[in-house]
């Protein structure tokens, strides 16, 4: 795939919540365990503009003759494995990232505060569970590595590198409007990811892991705290 086709796909697939987590970001309204205002009409409608951006994204692949082939989304005995590893090493690349800059952008704060923050009963993702949040968190896992896992590894060769750099930087920058923090968990996971994509060849794997950090959080020391504490 041209350079050329990434770019517009990334435009396609990711400028309007590009937009959207800027300006969240810069009118100071971040608040990334505010899960009181992710309601099932937000869901509902994140469901359907991911539909018609999957839908723009498939006429302009069309019309620029791309071999759909060339994305693996088999399922074989190693899926369900591939799927627990992803979602181990992924959240805690993300626990990295995350607890590792609250040194720098908030040093004041305390990780296990942060952590008791995630888990609690007034927050916790746990407790907003519902069928609109199983289908989105189900559409936005194929929706981001489709992009991530699948489009940007069909990058030419030659220009592949500057892909997978351009795709952090795609992945850091639409998810500001949780606060850099956690925009650099996100940032590790996906480079967790990359380096886990060179030996999963399958996409599936990645979505599923993708839909479960979307329903649960993507924090290992989050999950594991009730039991530790």
Do not use: C
């Amino acid at each position: 795939m041209p350079v050329f086709d990434l770019v517009v796909l990334g435009f396609i697939f990711f400028g309007y919540a590009t937009y959207g987590a800027l300006a969240s970001y810069f009118s100071g309204s971040v608040n990334p365990f505010d899960m009181q205002g992710i309601t099932d009409i937000q869901n509902w409608y994140s469901i359907a503009i991911e539909l018609i951006m999957l839908t723009m994204a498939g006429g302009y692949l069309y019309l620029r003759h791309f071999d759909f082939k060339t994305l693996d989304f088999s399922l074989s005995r190693y899926t369900f494995p591939f799927f627990l590893l992803l979602v181990v090493v992924g959240s805690i690349a993300a626990d990295i990232g995350l607890y590792t800059s609250y040194l720098f952008f908030s040093p004041e704060i305390d990780y296990t505060a942060v952590a008791a923050t995630q888990t609690s009963a007034e927050v916790s993702p746990y407790a907003y569970i519902s069928v609109s949040l199983f289908f989105f968190s189900l559409l936005n896992g194929f929706y981001e590595e489709l992009f991530f896992m699948g489009f940007v590894f069909a990058a030419d060769k030659r220009h592949r590198s500057y892909a997978l750099a351009g795709s952090l930087f795609v992945r850091f920058i639409f998810h500001i409007y949780q606060g850099i923090p956690v925009a650099i968990g996100i940032l590790f996971m996906g480079i967790a990811f990359i380096l886990l994509r060179k030996r999963i060849h399958s996409l599936v794997p990645f979505m599923l892991a993708h839909a479960i950090f979307d329903m649960f959080g993507a924090s290992f020391y989050a999950w594991m705290y009730p039991y530790i504490s």
